[in-house]
């Protein structure tokens, strides 16, 4: 059966520090993959999603990349935080869209 | 373009008590799917059920029911004999099908509260 994993669970992290968040999938090769961000008490923004290894499309600009360095590996990262990235991050993947998103347990990120 | 609406952002309501969660939609495709998820407060993003277009059977799953209305582009969710473990965001979502569909749009959620 097919799991996804997302770690760490929470982090806090001072302005200007470096940020790496690993989501991995088990169980199914080549699928599409996501980077979700929800700030406190409002709705899913999409980040990134990549429909193959090299693939990344970002869908708001902002002070996050994101990498597909293996086929079911997916890495969020940040140079530098702002407070303004603390909020709850979700990764999900999925083989076609239709079947829609399994999510990972997410990462609460608060920037301090 | 698609567009998910949950014009209810939050909905308090005494245990026991039936509770609709609305979801209107938008798209100019033919085939579509519809989904409910769930957010408890741990976070985590639960999927409820998914819907495609073409079959517009209501459905029932223990308490929970979903009636799907492709006349008024609505996909809503009712909760009978709410239980306080009911309490969470529920989010609907829209995908549409085939090549350059790659994401599913969300509905702002709906935070639905169970008082004991």
């Known amino acids: 059966s097919q799991t996804i994993h997302q770690w760490p669970a929470t982090l806090v992290q001072p302005v200007g520090s470096p940020l790496s968040l690993e989501c991995t999938v088990e169980?199914?090769?080549?699928?599409?993959l996501y980077w979700y961000r929800q700030a406190a008490g409002r709705g899913l923004q999409l980040l990134f999603y990549?429909?193959?290894?090299?693939?990344i499309s970002s869908e708001v600009p902002q002070n996050l990349s994101a990498s597909r360095p293996q086929d079911r590996q997916f890495i969020l990262s940040s140079k530098k935080l702002l407070l303004s990235d603390s909020g709850f991050y979700l990764c999900?993947?999925?083989?076609?869209?239709?079947?829609?998103?399994?999510f990972g347990s997410g990462t609460r990120l608060t920037v301090v | 373009a698609q567009k998910v609406t949950q014009a209810q952002t939050e909905i308090s309501v005494v245990e026991k008590e039936d509770v609709t969660l609305d979801c209107v939609y938008e798209?100019?495709?033919?085939?579509?799917?519809l989904f409910w998820y769930k957010q408890p407060p741990s976070g985590e993003l639960v999927f409820l059920i998914r819907?495609?277009?073409?079959?517009?059977q209501n459905e029932i799953s223990g308490r929970y029911s979903w009636n799907f209305q492709k006349s008024t582009s609505s996909f809503n969710f009712t909760i009978t004999a709410s239980q306080v473990v009911d309490s969470a965001v529920y989010f609907c979502?829209?995908?549409?099908?085939?090549?350059?569909?790659?994401?599913?749009?969300f509905g702002k959620g709906t935070k639905l509260s169970v008082i004991p």
């Open positions: 999900a993947w999925n083989l076609r869209v239709n079947y829609g998103y399994t």
């Open positions: 169980g199914t090769s080549n699928p599409n």
């Open positions: 990549s429909v193959g290894i090299g693939q």
């Open positions: 798209t100019r495709d033919t085939t579509y799917y």
């Open positions: 819907r495609n277009s073409f079959d517009e």
């Open positions: 979502a829209l995908s549409g099908y085939g090549a350059g569909s790659y994401q599913l749009t």
